[in-house]
């Protein structure tokens, strides 16, 4: 079982996920919804594992980046 996260932790991981953001919907490069047409849930649920992997894949880059590979 995993440690409960201390707030400070929290606030420190949701900070990194802001930062990250825009790199992370560049990565993701999912379109917006078409004018009125709304998402279904399947689609939304696809939408945010795509936006979860490029997330991993974000933090990934700027890690690598900022250890000079």
């Given at each position: 079982m995993s440690q409960p996260v201390?707030?400070?932790e929290m606030l420190?991981?949701?900070r990194e996920f802001l930062d990250l953001l825009?790199?992370?919907l560049?990565?993701?490069g999912l379109p917006p919804s078409e004018g009125q047409r709304y998402f279904t849930p399947?689609?939304?649920e696809l939408r945010g594992q795509v936006l979860q992997n490029a997330f991993?894949?974000?933090r990934?880059?700027?890690r690598e980046?900022?250890?000079g590979g």
């Open positions: 201390s707030k400070d420190k991981r949701y825009p790199l992370t560049a990565i993701a399947e689609q939304m991993k894949v974000a990934s880059v700027v980046a900022v250890r």
